[in-house]
């Protein structure tokens, strides 16, 4: 519903910017008519466009009050209290001012002769009182139009103070204006100058360039990207606190705390440097990888050829396969990748130093340069790992692969167990892996299959859906559900770097798992390696916030949290590295500018997410597990659902929690990862850790 509610005010609203604009301007132009006959049909004219704004308004103020009483405060609080004012306190003068005065110059206007309109008719169509009305209704839909596309949420006085006046100080102009060309025409007739007044406007519009154009210029310059920048500059926010002890030092007398530290740091002065946050130094690894990146020309099994970025030589790269427990050592080698690589476990609560966040946690592996990863390996499930360094395009190209911890204990193992990592690989689409065509396996009936989903496409959708048997979801992001249930005609969506488990015994009939809608693309598995594609029938999707049943957890939403945080994800036009945009913000803005949420160690959090914007943002916490407490104001009823990569759709509310309990700086972004190329990236940072790193033009690391 917020959908339709926003839709229609934001149509509206673009609408009653124009239509106000243009009757500000008929109704200006009403003292240059030359004869009574011609006033007399401007007027009429003018009362369709009194009513055509009337009717705006009310579309604005209606859906403004919709949203106010269906969704959460922060997607109607700038709606409800500076929208809708905006659109209705100009349509009421014009009906209490403007309109009556319309009307009495229409009864005394005579429609039919063609003589020059008497003092007294002028001074009529000049009047402020008459006029003004349209001419703020103009004023205010343009302030309407700023607001609209430079919400101020989280709220910040000085983004509506400023406008605000600017929107008063014209507005009185033009009413002194008015009342010098009232007097004027009364005195004599105007005559309509067409070339003067658009030299008029020019020189106004020049002049209203020159002013804004030096501190847009300024910003636009000072937006962009330093040389070089602390991870840890910039503006921290420390949430509401519990009981409100712990925010006081830093922000004066607020509880919800907002300022511009240079770093968060215990207040005993001792700080740890995240290269302190290593996984075991010592010991002998149970398991050994090396990774080499390089470049390759890889080819999909359709024959397309790829330009790719490999880890290993292949796309993806090989799959890490552990067990729980084991001590891991990963040695990165780049042999021939110029902007440098990492590899960051996605999913996987690794300490931070091991992270491998370029500029975070170390410096971007540069060619003929080595880094070793060592870690134990905590958590059960489907994981995948990917360079965070030009993540974007790294993980385009193919610098990712999938990783799986299998249980310590050996258990009753799926004997099919099949990964589904699905990327869409540049100039060439959609594969399974490195699989274009249609894949077939045999499995015998009677066999549980186990298929782990993997979306690592950027800025997609991803649609997966299994027909030939029930099925169960039995793991989200690598943590298993409670109790799944049988499932039969759902599809699954994941958004990129989510990840699906799902389960079925094989049948003794095809069985078939088809990505993107595409019957081409997928997995026939059948008894004999035979068999048709099937038929899909039409499927809903899968919704986890009532699947399977409730276990007992660490914490939920019934419990006392130690600090909470709102995170508004928003659309607004912003000045980001040295270019203005229409930008997808985290609280009102763009990386650096983003907020870093700031911990303290073994703190219970709780954080709103908010997603106003008009895009779904699937946001990634590195280094913690949050688990899902509600969705627009409804708990979780199912099983306990712990996410790494929440799929936060527009207009929704999702309240998530987690335990601060891997102390270090953790990336918090969008994983389209355009978004976080683009901005959609902040931090949590816990207190009394420090980070060595650097990012910006000067250093090596760029993460995104
Ligand atoms: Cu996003």
Redesign the pocket.
Known sequence: MYDIFAHSELGAILFFTIFSIIAANKSSKLIYQSTEKQLYRRTRKLQFWTVSLTLLAGIIAAADIAVAATAHPLFWLDRLFIHAPLAVIPVALIWFSAFPRLRRLMRRTNKQTGEQPDTARRRQASEPAFIMPYRIAALCSVALFYFTFVPPIPFVWTEITIPSTILLFLACMLWMLQSRRNQMATEAPLIYRPWRRRLKLTAVLLAAFALSSVPFLTAMETSRLPESLSMMAGKTDYGKVAGAQASTAHSGNHNHAVSTAASPSSGDGSAVPVTELTGPRTGEPDRQFTITAQHMTLKLSSGKEIEAWTYNGQIPGEELRMKEGELVEVTLINKDIEDGVTLHWHGLDVPNAEDGVAGATQNAVMPGETYTYRFIAEQVGTFWYHSHQHSKEAVRKGLFGSLIVEPAEPQALPLEDITVITHNWEGAGMAIGANDTLQRRTIAPGTAVKLRLINTDDWVRQRYELTGTPFKVTAIDGTDLNGPTALENQSLDLLTGGRYDISFIMPDHPVMLRVGRDDKLGILMSPDGSGEVPEFPAATTFDPTHYGTPAETPFDADSAFDREFTMV?DNRFAFYNGSFAAY?TINGAVFPNTPMFVVKEGELVKTTIVNRSA????MHLHGHHMLVLSRNGERVTGSPWWSDTLDVAPGEVYEVAFLADNPGVWMDH???LV??AAG?TMHLMYEGVTSPFEIGTDTRNHPE
């Open positions: 994800l997808d895009v779904e943002h699937p969008c994983h389209n978004h976080a959609m």
